[in-house]
């Protein structure tokens, strides 16, 4: 596609479940970014994937937060047993190389847990 | 330790004066990138402007402008003749070679009519 593409991009759930979100970079993007962003905050960053190489994974605050690209493309980043202080909006980008400057980013996914 | 350090949290700023939004970073790196991101209520992230740290010449985009002083390690904005339009989250963030790009806390600025 033409952007980054995410999706839900509002997710509300109870506190406990599982959560999926979904992120589908530019057509022929290497790189693929998750960072979180709570309310009123600066972008946190959470995991990286490059290729075929394996994800750097030293920003994820958890081991319940995992995350997945298949194929080299479409990512999905799951929240399980989501806490309150997991609301916030989920941010994807990707970029063409590693080495390139700049990112785009998705819209980003809204969560909200109750 | 902080790598960007952006220490104004809020501005307010007449429309069409000139605006300069700080930040300093840190590294060891020789070679990195410097970045600036806008950020509307939207929620979107809009790349504004780059440097390199190898380039000589401050970058300009438009109105956007970025002061780029090595020495010092800062990296500060510029608009030039602020529009209401402009009133956003402004970011500053920096890569190093081969690495993901880390952004500081942000600036949020309030053009005033």
């Known amino acids: 596609g033409a952007g980054v593409s995410q999706s839900p991009s509002n997710k509300v759930t109870e506190k406990g479940k599982d959560v999926e979100l979904r992120c589908d970079p530019i057509?022929?993007?290497?790189?693929l970014y998750w960072y979180r962003q709570s309310l009123g905050q600066g972008l946190e960053f959470l995991i990286y994937?490059?290729?075929?190489?394996?994800?750097?994974k030293s920003g994820l605050p958890s081991d319940r937060f995992s995350a997945e690209r298949t194929g080299g493309s479409v990512s999905t980043l799951t929240i399980q047993r989501t806490q309150q202080e997991d609301s916030a909006v989920y941010l994807c980008?990707?970029?063409?190389?590693?080495?390139?400057?700049?990112?785009?980013f998705g819209s980003g996914t809204r969560l909200t847990v109750v | 330790a902080q790598k960007i350090t952006q220490t104004q949290p809020g501005m307010f700023v007449q429309e069409k004066e000139a605006v300069t939004l700080d930040c300093t970073y840190d590294?060891?790196?020789?070679?990195?990138?410097l970045f600036w991101y806008k950020q509307p209520s939207s929620g979107e992230m809009i790349f504004l402007i780059y440097?390199?740290?190898?380039?000589?010449q401050n970058a300009t985009e438009g109105r956007y402008s970025l002061n780029f002083q090595k020495a010092r390690k800062s990296a500060n904005l510029v608009i030039s003749a602020s529009q209401l339009g402009d009133s956003a989250m402004y970011f500053c963030?920096?890569?190093?070679?081969?690495?993901?790009?880390?952004f500081g806390k942000g600036t949020r600025l309030h053009i005033l009519p």
């Open positions: 980008a990707s970029s063409l190389t590693r080495s390139s400057y700049g990112y785009t």
């Open positions: 057509s022929g993007h290497t790189a």
């Open positions: 994937f490059q290729g075929n190489s394996a994800p750097d």
């Open positions: 590294t060891s790196d020789q070679s990195y990138g």
């Open positions: 440097q390199g740290s190898y380039d000589e």
């Open positions: 963030a920096m890569r190093e070679p081969f690495d993901k790009i880390i």
